[in-house]
């Protein structure tokens, strides 16, 4: 019904910049929120940056500041912008999306996940 597509992610040095990008496509009505979460190893998944579709944003403290969520409305695309990275913004990170199917139904969709793995 509804498929987001990441991409971007891998292994970088400490204090060097990653881009990812998610794309949502299928039915879609509305998008209401777009967002990225983390889950280091062993640890709870996390919210690390949210987008609505007027552009409100919200940081995890951990990465405000090194951080920038940002949207494409007419692609349906939200990207996560990351500098400064650290060895404890390794995880795993998942694509969200919080849209309406129709008028009517709601849905929350996730993507599949990429690594980033931030390392000397």
């Known amino acids: 019904q509804v498929q987001l597509v990441e991409s971007g992610g891998g292994l970088v040095q400490p204090g060097g910049s990653l881009r990812l990008s998610c794309a949502a496509s299928g039915n879609i009505f509305n998008i209401n929120a777009m967002g990225w979460y983390r889950q280091g190893p062993g640890k709870q998944r996390d919210l690390v940056a949210a987008?609505?579709?007027?552009?409100?944003?919200n940081y995890a403290d951990s990465v405000k500041g090194r951080f920038t969520i940002s949207r494409d409305n007419a692609k349906n695309t939200v990207y996560l912008q990351m500098n400064s990275l650290k060895p404890e913004d390794t995880a795993v990170y998942y694509c969200?999306?919080?849209?309406?199917?129709?008028?009517?139904?709601?849905?929350?969709?996730w993507g599949q996940g990429t690594q980033v793995t931030v390392s000397s």
């Open positions: 969200n999306a919080d849209l309406l199917n129709s008028a009517l139904w709601r849905g929350v969709y």
């Open positions: 987008i609505t579709s007027g552009g409100s944003t």
